[in-house]
């Protein structure tokens, strides 16, 4: 089944604690991309990704980092997380022309709490 | 750059009345345009998509939308909601950054469907 797999589901932590969301896809996709949803604001994306090695930044990317090392995983790093980015994050993958048919694949998100 | 707009925050209907969320579109250029639709504890599933033809789109679930270029809407419509509709339901549009080619979608901030027995 073709899907965009994240873990963990659920993740409870305290302020600074580096902490790792896993994100991979078996679609084959070269576009790989981190959303994060909070109320009243939709989604926003922290960043993304073209290919193997190829990053940019979002619309939001203070305090996250990630890497592309393999076609099929997009790690979002926190490397000191803070209240303010307790939130649901959502990885989503396509191609350049599964975009202009449908759009991303999304993940099933990660809700991530920071005390 | 692109952007959607969903003026409400929620919209409320009756199960069996019809429904129409709304979303307003800015775009330079010719617009593609998504909706998808969000429930709890899920990620966003596609419903439907507008990129040229006609400009009444027929999606998954019996949902449709209208492309009006004049008014740049691209409002979300069922002719008979159900109580399973209620959801998050998020506009988006196609976004490409001209230096690079990488395109992205950009959502707007999503509306809350509750249908009402």
């Known amino acids: 089944e073709a899907q965009v797999t994240q873990n963990p589901r659920y993740l409870i932590t305290v302020t600074g604690k580096k902490l790792t969301v896993t994100c991979s896809q078996n679609?084959?996709?070269?576009?790989m991309s981190w959303y994060r949803q909070d109320p009243g604001l939709g989604l926003r994306q922290i960043y993304y990704?073209?290919?193997?090695?190829?990053?940019d930044k979002g619309d939001v990317p203070e305090g996250y980092k990630v890497s592309r090392k393999e076609k099929r995983n997009f790690p979002l790093i926190l490397e000191s997380p803070s209240p303010n980015q307790t939130s649901l994050y959502f990885c989503?993958?396509?191609?350049?022309?599964?975009?202009?048919?449908?759009?991303?694949?999304f993940g099933s998100g990660t809700r991530l709490t920071v005390v | 750059a692109q952007s959607v707009a969903q003026p409400e925050d929620q919209v409320n209907v009756a199960e069996g009345n019809p429904l129409t969320v709304k979303c307003t579109y800015s775009?330079?250029?010719?617009?593609?345009l998504f909706w998808y639709v969000q429930y709890p504890n899920r990620g966003l599933q596609f419903l439907l998509k507008?990129?040229?033809?006609?400009?009444l789109v027929k999606g998954s679930y019996g949902f449709e939308a209208e492309f009006n270029k004049s008014q740049t809407s691209f409002h979300l419509k069922k002719p008979s909601a159900l109580v399973s509709d209620s959801a998050l339901y998020f506009c988006?549009?196609?976004?490409?950054?001209?230096?690079?080619?990488?395109?992205?979608?950009?959502f707007g901030t999503g509306t809350r469907l509750l249908v009402s027995p």
């Open positions: 989503a993958s396509s191609s350049g022309k599964a975009l202009t048919n449908y759009g991303y694949t």
């Open positions: 679609m084959n996709h070269e576009y």
């Open positions: 990704s073209m290919n193997v090695e190829v990053t």
């Open positions: 775009v330079s250029g010719n617009p593609y």
């Open positions: 507008y990129i040229t033809g006609d400009n």
């Open positions: 988006a549009v196609r976004d490409m950054k001209r230096n690079t080619g990488f395109q992205k979608l950009v």
